[in-house]
């Protein structure tokens, strides 16, 4: 079964806190991916990458980082966290480079308050 | 680099009428696209993707056309039913970067 599971699916911290965000994927697949979706901005890619510890910068990635020690995990942390990272997060999973096809988790939607 | 504007932000259709969706993207050297949905409360799922040297391709009720002389790709759904209300993205890639650019979505709602 082809799945790439996110948890938790909600979650309310303090300004402040830090937050992990954990994702995994069944498939094997080479890279993964962290982006976060907000209204009107669409889909921002905070990190990437593309087998254990071989992560990239997407186009946002300030106030966070990643970690990937195993090819079907990847999390992302954000260390004390700020209000204006309320967000919805989403993970996404491919075979490898050049291949586009991305599989998603269902979202974390994150609330800092 | 690579830009995506899609289009419209929100459409609204009938049931049994067609839903058209459009993006323009601005490298023609792009050479992957793709059209993902979302459901309310859910991740991406891909819908269709298509090459560079594709400029037409039909899956069950859905057809993308691409027109690389006006950088245009776009989504056709005929005859649509409530079950397609979704948010529909495009996305392209330039290269095998695995990186994507993608459209900032288009809210579909079909009214029975």
């Known amino acids: 079964d082809m799945k790439v599971t996110q948890m938790p699916r909600y979650l309310i911290k303090r300004m402040g806190e830090n937050v992990l965000l954990e994702c995994g994927q069944d498939?094997?697949?080479?890279?993964m991916y962290w982006y976060r979706q907000d209204p009107g901005l669409g889909l921002q890619l905070i990190y990437i990458?593309?087998?254990?510890?071989?992560?990239s910068e997407g186009d946002i990635p300030k106030g966070y980082r990643v970690s990937r020690k195993k090819r079907e995990h990847f999390s992302l942390i954000l260390d004390s966290a700020k209000t204006n990272q309320t967000s919805v997060y989403f993970c996404?999973?491919?075979?490898?480079?050049?291949?586009?096809?991305?599989?998603f988790g269902a979202g974390t939607r994150l609330s800092v308050l | 680099g690579e830009q995506v504007e899609q289009r419209p932000p929100h459409l609204s259709v009938r049931e049994g009428d067609s839903a058209i969706i459009i993006c323009t993207y601005t490298?023609?050297?792009?050479?992957?696209f793709s059209w993902y949905k979302q459901e309310a409360g859910a991740g991406l799922q891909l819908l269709m993707s298509?090459?560079?040297n594709v400029d037409r391709k039909e899956e069950q009720g859905l057809t993308v056309l691409l027109n690389k002389k006006d950088k245009r790709l776009s989504l056709n759904l005929t005859a649509a039913h409530p079950g397609d209300s979704a948010v529909y993205f495009c996305?392209?890639?330039?290269?095998?970067?695995?990186?994507?650019?993608w459209g900032l979505g288009t809210s579909l709602v079909v009214n029975p």
């Open positions: 996404a999973s491919s075979l490898g480079p050049g291949q586009n096809t991305l599989y």
């Open positions: 498939m094997s697949h080479e890279t």
């Open positions: 990458s593309y087998d254990v510890d071989s992560n």
């Open positions: 490298d023609s050297a792009t050479a992957y």
């Open positions: 298509v090459l560079s």
């Open positions: 996305a392209a890639s330039v290269g095998d970067n695995s990186k994507l650019i």
